[in-house]
Structures are given as C-alpha cells and as structure tokens.
T-cell receptor
C-alpha cells in the first residue's frame, strides 16, 4: 500500500523569502517521488522527481527537494519565492505496487496552495 | 501534437445523461492513465492502459464508468447515467514506457464536468 501526506493545505510567504512545502510518504516498495505544480486553469506540470539516484533533486524554476528515507519525507524548497510561484503543488508517490504487470501505482497528495505576498 | 490533449474542455450534463470524454496522448506513449480530481482535492486514479489493454480499473467508482483505448492511442472515458457526485475535473496522462516507478506522466488540461 502507498500513501502521501501533504502537511499543509495552504502556505503563505512573502516574495523573496524561502518556500518550504512538506510531504511525507509511505510505500512498501522502493518508491519514486514527484512534485507537480498546477496553475489555475492549467494542466499539471512536473517540477522534479526522485528515482533512486541522488537524494537531492533539482527541478525547474529554482525548486529542489531532498529524499530522506529515514524520515519518509520529500519536502519541496525554494530559496526565494517569486510571484509566479503562486499555484497548487502536489506531491506524488509512485511504486510498482507488487503488481504482476510491473506498471506504476500512483497516489497524489491532497495538495498545498502556495500564496506569495508582494 | 506536442502534448496530451483532451476534449471537450468543459461539459455540462443533466443528471442521467451519458457523457464521453476524449484523450489524445502524446504520440508513441504506451501508457495512459485517467484520474478524477474533485474540487479542492488531489487527482485520484481511475484506470490504466498499456497500449490497448486495460490493466487496472480498480479506481473506477462504479459500473457506470467505462474506459477504452481500442487502437492503443486515443482513449475515451464514458460515464453513463451521470450523477451530481460525478462533477469533477477528469485528467488524462500518458507516459512513454511500460514499467518503472520513475516514469514521468504528462498531463492533459483536463475536462471539467458539471452535472446538474
């Protein structure tokens, strides 16, 4: 079984200050982890992903995330928020789920809405 | 096309009406997923296709929901006798490969369904 918990439904930061969006996961297998961003009325866009290589993953637009197995966490960070970062962010866990077909089993978190204050 | 496309983008249906939602995945992508995203929630898995084979339909909420991908490319999600609780955004995603937990899924813009 797999699950993902996004600890904050809303985060508000001032422009130019750091961003931290928290995510904890559970998986019975070796998971991959993703962060997607969803701007209003737009499709989901991949920010970054962890697939068992380097634990510190850099993504687009200055975002990065660190996979910490001991803490089962994959928090998303950015040193300095920009107005264009205001959006909803989803943490996603993916594993093969022990299924015979070997395909992805994917679970999304409930999302964190990021507000950036000028 | 360059990305995943879905049509229609918006659909208003009267309760009891049947609807069909279309997904055009990225050309050559083997895997195709359907998700349902209720207001204020994250996407929830509905069903998965590998080419034309529907390998997982465990997320379909009832037997009113049916999906197909007959030629391994375009997919259609059909909802029969729509109910108000079916109102949601329906997302389609495709990925290149057939296995591996690290496959990136590319999402379409979604179809927003409102059942009155």
């Amino acid at each position: 079984a797999q699950s993902v918990t996004q600890l904050d439904s809303h985060v508000s930061v001032s422009e130019g200050t750091p961003v931290l969006l928290r995510c904890n996961y559970s998986s019975s297998y070796s998971p991959s982890l993703f962060w997607y961003v969803q701007h209003p009325n737009k499709g989901l866009q991949l920010l970054l992903k962890y697939t068992s290589a380097a634990t510190l993953v850099k993504g687009i637009n200055g975002f990065e995330a660190e996979f910490k197995k001991s803490e089962t966490s994959f928090h998303l960070t950015k040193p300095s928020a920009h107005m264009s970062d205001a959006a909803e962010y989803f943490c996603v866990v993916s594993d093969l789920g022990g299924n015979s077909g070997g395909y992805q089993k994917v679970t999304f978190g409930t999302g964190t809405k990021l507000q950036v204050i000028p | 096309g360059a990305g995943v496309s879905q049509s229609p983008r918006y659909k208003v249906a009267k309760r009891g009406q049947d609807v069909a939602l279309r997904c055009d995945p990225i050309s050559g992508h083997v895997s195709l997923f359907w998700y349902q995203q209720a207001l204020g929630q994250g996407p929830e898995f509905l069903t998965y296709f590998q080419n034309e084979a529907q390998l997982d339909k465990s997320g379909l909420p009832s037997d009113r929901f049916f999906a197909e991908r007959p030629e391994g490319s375009v997919s259609t999600l059909k909802i029969q006798r729509t109910q108000q609780e079916d109102s949601a955004v329906y997302l389609c995603a495709s990925s290149l490969g057939t296995s591996g937990s690290g496959e990136t899924q590319y999402f379409g813009p979604g179809t927003r369904l409102l059942v009155l």
